[in-house]
């Protein structure tokens, strides 16, 4: 039985769980949406309406609820923490914009980029003015430790953009500097949202640390089905067309295993395609199939899954809670979202 068909196993109606999640955030997601709109002025009315378009694109809030829900989870019961959360999904939203420029992405979550509407020069700056807001906000703690972990998360995360620009149209990347980038790009703002919200709720040194990590894994495992989907996935469920990562010079990490677990002539086949100005449909079709055929798909999934195992792992250190539960189910449907 290869991983996806374990997957589908394990998880038999993934739907479940993600209506138990719901059930349980809906107060939470409601207070972060009060938050980020009321954040979002300025005596510059292109930001509130560049902002208020990103932010209202479909995400799914993932890093400030993991930050409410980890502080929680280490005993706070006050109602001061969906600001700093939300600092989360400012950071989260000016990377996507800068993003989208590098990339010349068209499209996100389903709708036109944010910089075919208004330009790179609007949408650059606009990202510029979410993360001196984020920082600013932050301020309002009193915390250096606080604003220390988002200091290292904002300079990791630049140096995983420019790492990933020197990868661009490298087939030759392998799978430990893949993993460095996707660390740096995803994993490691994930990572401090979880740390984060453990330092806010007055989390001992074994608990951050426990935190850190399963954020860390977490988003490392989201990174991972994300790059499945590019090649299993669908327009609709995508936000953005199928292929699009290979369309852009990004060699994931299936691709990546199919280039060395291949024989020599479909080796020749995948670096001929994966290198030509454009992709045709027929051209990406033969290369889905290469990489199916590699093991690529199940290895990225498989190796998913031993991260959200290991992120499941760690919050053993916690005490049986409503927070904790939720955190093991998020674990559980990240892995399994859209397969």
Known sequence: ????????????????????IYARIRPDLERIEAEIDRHLTSSV????????????????????????????????????????????EYIHAASLLHDDVVDKAEFRRNHPAANTLWGNPAVVLVGDFLYAKSFLMTVGYNSIKILRVLSETTTKMAEGEVLQHIHADNLEINEEEYLEVI?????????????VGGIFGGANEAQEEALRLYGHHLG????????????????????????????????TLPLIHALHHSPAEEKDQLRKIFSADKILPKDFEHLQDLVIRSGGIDRTVRLAMAHVQQAKDLLAIFPISPSREVLLDIADYVIHRRI
């Open 1 to 20: 039985m290869n991983s996806l068909a374990r997957l589908n196993a394990t998880y038999s109606d993934p739907e479940k769980i993600k209506d138990r």
């Open 45 to 88: 009315p292109l930001i509130a309406v560049v902002g208020r378009y990103i932010m209202g694109s479909g995400g799914k809030r993932l890093r400030p609820l993991l930050m409410i829900l980890s502080a929680r989870l280490c005993g706070y019961q006050g109602n001061q923490d969906a600001p700093l959360a939300v600092v989360f």
């Open 183 to 195: 660390n740096r790009k995803t994993a490691v703002l994930i990572s401090a949202a979880c740390q």
């Open 220 to 251: 490392i495992a989201f990174q991972l089905i994300d790059d499945t989907l590019d090649f299993t996935g669908k327009l609709e469920e995508l936000g953005k067309p199928i292929g699009n990562d290979v369309q852009e010079g990004k060699a």
